[in-house]
């Protein structure tokens, strides 16, 4: 058998920037680069980009005899394919069989999986659901994504695209929220950090309340606005987060029905309100789950530092690739 080899290389594929880095099996990242994704129209530049930038780390790092593998977390990717399929915020169209393609110039095996896939298998190798072997990853972000892991596995489903949570609909009245993906009322229209923001504007809209965010104009307010309002005691803030929180508890009560999870784990900018967040979410959590798994599920917030959180969660898959 094959020693195992001392580091994996990491990709956290944005829409705007692509970060990688080399990461040890003690979860350090060694070395990191990156290159704008924007830049590159074309797949083939991009790779090709990557791979000379990622020519000097790799060789700080000991060489490309060191690296066991390669991960990476893309939006809309799939595990079994490593491709990424029709990405709405990537210029890339149709099947990119990126995987393939770093495999071929680096000369290493590499996987690939959506972000929030990469993101619990992060948190279950380097972070505070290590030695949990069920667990449900909530990331809350410009959306909000999921990655569930049953019996120590991420759940990939027959087509590598299983475990959308985001996308469960939580309003079925007429009047639900326009999601992303074109359906009404998804739990990412408004649990998200813009589905926060946009919860703001529709209070703001439509009552006369006092709040310091009548300062700003309605179209520059964000989730993190919101949230240093809500810390000031702004009480309009305070209820976005509220209702928000509400909804996520009662969603995270609706799935512990299916997979009975040691913990939920939430990450992603909106965590950074703490309480403001998590005190609703788990409020409506205990209210609302099935009274055989009350007690059972831990709340938790990611341990992982953002800043690099996506690249251990990608680079995880390295040490299976």
Not at 19 to 41: E, H, L, M, W
Not at 223 to 236: E, M, Q, R, T
Not at 252 to 260: E, I, L, N, Q
Request: negative net charge; aromatic residues 6%; contains cysteine.
């Amino acid at each position: 058998m094959d020693k195992i080899k001392p580091n994996v290389i990491g990709l956290d594929l944005g829409g705007t920037n692509a970060v990688f880095g080399i990461v040890d099996s003690r979860g350090n990242i060694i070395a990191t680069t990156a290159i704008k994704t924007q830049a590159y129209p074309k797949v083939e530049d991009f790779v090709e980009a990557g791979c000379a930038a990622l020519e000097p780390v790799i060789e700080m790092a000991g060489g490309i005899g060191s690296i066991q593998g390669m991960g990476i977390g893309a939006p809309n990717g799939c595990y079994y394919t490593g491709t990424i399929e029709d990405a709405a915020n990537l210029a890339w169209k149709g099947s990119v069989p990126l995987a393939k393609m770093f495999s071929e110039k680096l000369g290493i095996p590499v996987s690939l999986t959506n972000d929030a896939n990469a993101a619990a298998m992060g948190e279950m190798t380097y972070g505070v659901a290590k030695g949990m072997r069920n667990f449900i990853m909530i990331t809350l972000g410009t959306g909000v994504g999921s990655g569930i892991v049953i019996n120590g596995q991420v759940v990939y489903g027959c087509d590598g695209f299983a475990g959308e949570l985001g996308h469960v609909i939580m309003d079925r009245t007429p009047n639900g929220r326009i999601c992303g993906c074109g359906r009404k009322g998804c739990l990412e229209a408004y649990c998200s950090a813009t589905g926060v923001a946009r919860s703001a504007r529709e209070l703001l809209e439509t009552t006369n309340r006092p709040s310091l965010l009548r300062d700003m104009k309605p179209e520059d307010i964000t989730s993190l606005d919101v949230a240093i309002a809500a810390g000031k005691g702004d009480a309009l803030a305070k209820e976005v987060f509220d209702f928000t929180g509400k909804m996520l508890g009662e969603a995270c009560a609706d799935f512990a029905a299916f997979s009975s999870p040691e913990a939920f784990v939430f990450f992603g900018g909106l965590t950074k309100a703490g309480d403001l967040i998590m005190k609703p979410i788990e409020e409506a959590y205990n209210k609302t789950v099935l009274p055989i798994f009350k007690g059972k599920a831990k709340l938790l917030v990611s341990t992982l530092d953002g800043a690099g959180a996506a690249v251990l969660g990608a680079s995880a898959l390295g040490w299976e690739a």
